[in-house]
């Protein structure tokens, strides 16, 4: 699993969305027992602290350290640095296992037999992760171009993974029907700006230019903002649950 995140840990947890109760709401009902999850690749726990509500154990894990530095913190959710694909976990350990915003980045098949190894019988997988986001034509177009035209090629290979909404990525699970979910936020304008920094391919564009690509677009974005304060950024979800045993 590539770590790509630890150098922008603090933004990450700043600007990155967070998951709407519907996808919550959807997942429970389908649960036996609510005993211990496992949120895997965690980032700054923003699903675990979610899932901490209603489990009464939920282990999180991650591979960077510093993700987990300025991870969300509740009494029940317990942070550990360990891959997805190999885990100190005993066998039949958890009722759900969520990936959010990860999957794309682990050596899938090693990280499914390690998710058969550890469910319990009856326990459900929930891979989730959200698409481009949308506010406005004119912005939409903005940021489009800049996704495509300016930052394209530094995107990671996996990157491919989300365009195609998880469908080629290897399920070995018995899989649910799923709704169709937004996740809607209310955001500034620096939310945007600071949102579009935690990219992985704007990190790589840096790293080679030596400067940051947002500047390329940043006045068009910020006359097409206009003089709203807050906008509705909207965030298609991608959603696959599947019965691990």
């Not at 899938?108 to 009856?122: S, Y």
């Not at 500047?215 to 909207?234: F, H, M, P, T, Y």
Request: charged share 25%; hydrophobic share 35%; glycine share 4%.
């Amino acid at each position: 699993m590539k770590n790509i995140f630890s150098s922008s840990s603090e933004q990450y947890a700043k600007y990155r969305p967070d998951y709407p109760q519907a996808l919550f709401d959807f997942i429970y009902p389908l649960l036996s027992n609510k005993e211990c999850a496992w949120d895997c690749g965690t980032g700054n726990g923003q699903l675990a602290i979610e899932l901490a509500k209603e489990f009464r154990k939920v282990k999180a894990t991650d591979i960077s350290e510093e993700q987990l530095q300025h991870a969300f913190t509740a009494d029940n959710v317990e942070y550990s640095v360990q891959a997805a694909e190999s885990t100190c976990f005993e066998d039949n350990s958890f009722d759900l296992i969520t990936v959010a915003q990860a999957v794309h980045w682990f050596e899938i098949d090693k990280f499914n037999e390690e998710v058969k190894r550890v469910g319990k019988p009856n326990s459900l997988i929930a891979l989730i992760g959200y698409e481009l986001c949308s506010i406005s034509p004119e912005i939409d177009k903005i940021i489009r171009y800049f996704y495509e035209d300016i930052i394209g090629k530094y995107w990671d290979p996996e990157r491919k993974h989300l365009q195609s909404q998880y469908q080629y990525i290897p399920f070995p699970f018995k899989e649910l029907e799923t709704p169709s979910l937004n996740n809607i936020k209310l955001w500034r304008y620096d939310h945007l700006v600071g949102y579009l920094n935690t990219w992985s391919a704007v990190k790589h564009f840096v790293n080679k230019n030596n400067y940051n690509p947002i500047s390329e677009i940043e006045k068009d974005l910020r006359q097409a903002w206009g003089n709203i304060e807050l906008r509705r950024v909207i965030f298609p979800i991608i959603f696959r649950v599947g019965r691990v045993k």
